[in-house]
T-cell receptor
């Protein structure tokens, strides 16, 4: 099966600019996740979708970050305006069912964002 | 917030040796998962162990879980240079939000 696709692979922007990331999950996976991974740290969950509904966005900085999942498939994550501390790798993952139970996550290769 | 904490933060061994990484967590869990991340890549799922299991094997991997101590260990036997990567434990807590929370990881270097 095809893996989780993310684009772009790299992005460099100046602070206060906006940026958007795109994710296409594995076909048939109902749950989609966006994680932020700062260098040297583990991934931190930003938002979790079940189909096209939000399950958890408790750690999403909603004043600047937004995400949507149209038709329960592809998803976009947007940052507007970006800050220096947003420099990180943004990872998209998908799974067959909700995180409860035995489902493992399949990750894309991520988008490395550098804010200057 | 990060639920799991891996130990050590970094580990360097020779090819053929065994590597052991530990993970401690704070609250009761439904299951615990281990992932590998090669440099510049996404995470890859290695193994999942449920809260009612004590040990699980997959190829050269052996995972143990001690819920009384809130800890898990990942053992990689007969390591290879290709095992060089960061290893993360991740937990799903009982009750509350059903999200997978990762630790900070152990960076393993296997020298040829």
């Amino acid at each position: 099966e095809a893996g989780v696709a993310q684009s772009p692979r790299y992005k460099i922007i100046e602070k206060r600019q906006s940026v958007a990331f795109w994710c296409n999950p594995i076909s048939g996976h109902a749950t989609l996740y966006w994680y932020q991974q700062i260098l040297g740290q583990g991934p931190k969950l930003l938002i979790q979708f079940q189909n096209n509904g939000v399950v958890d966005d408790s750690q999403l900085p909603k004043d600047r970050f937004s995400a949507e999942r149209l038709k329960g498939v592809d998803s976009t994550l947007k940052i507007q305006p970006a800050k220096l501390e947003d420099s990180a790798v943004y990872l998209c993952a998908s799974s067959r069912q909700g995180a409860r139970g035995v489902s493992s996550l399949h990750f894309g290769n991520g988008t490395r964002l550098t804010v200057t | 917030s990060q639920q799991g904490e891996e130990d050590p933060q970094a580990l360097s061994i020779q090819e053929g040796e065994n590597a052991t990484m530990n993970c401690s967590y704070k609250t009761s869990i439904n299951n615990l998962q281990w992932y590998r991340q090669n440099s510049g890549r996404g995470l890859v799922h290695l193994i999942l162990i449920r809260s009612n299991e004590r040990e699980k094997h997959s190829g050269r991997l052996r995972v143990t879980l001690d819920t009384s101590k809130k800890s898990s260990s990942l053992l990689i036997t007969a390591s290879r240079a290709a095992d060089t990567a960061s290893y993360f434990c991740a937990t799903i807590t009982q009750g509350g939000s059903e999200k997978l929370v990762f630790g900070k990881g152990t960076k393993l270097t296997v020298n040829p």
